[in-house]
């Protein structure tokens, strides 16, 4: 499957953006889909997940309330709402899908799919 996001940019600080994330190759619904991010020297981190069914939701702590990951698995496609954006939210965000779902969705390695990355920068 391949992923391609998009949405990213800049906006200042409070502001929102929804990030997209398209699958094509293979239809996304038996896909659990995270959001990562990515910050200039800094690991990948976990932003948000979705399980393949769409029942279940996941956030990282620096993001919940704020954050929020849907799926619309007739387009094949999983987003990701941000409001009230900070300047720390500033990186790289990625896209990545796995068959299933596992309970360390937190971290990386455990997807076998990722997308190229969209850039979101939050000025102050």
């Known amino acids: 499957v391949q992923l391609v996001e998009s949405g990213g940019g800049l906006v200042q600080a409070g502001g929102s953006l929804r990030l997209s994330c398209a699958a094509s190759?293979?239809?996304?619904?038996?896909?659990?889909m995270g959001w990562f991010r990515q910050a200039p020297g800094k690991e990948r981190e976990f932003v948000a997940a979705?399980?393949?069914?769409?029942?279940?939701?996941y956030y990282a702590d620096s993001v919940k309330g704020r954050f929020t990951i849907s799926r619309d698995n007739a387009k094949n496609t999983v987003y990701l709402q941000m409001n009230s954006l900070k300047p720390e939210d500033t990186a790289v965000y990625y896209c990545a899908a796995v068959v299933g779902w596992y309970s360390d969705y937190e971290l990386p390695f455990r997807y076998d799919y990722w997308g190229q990355g969209t850039q979101v920068t939050v000025s102050s």
């Open positions: 190759g293979r239809t996304v619904s038996s896909y659990s």
């Open positions: 979705i399980i393949w069914s769409g029942t279940n939701t």
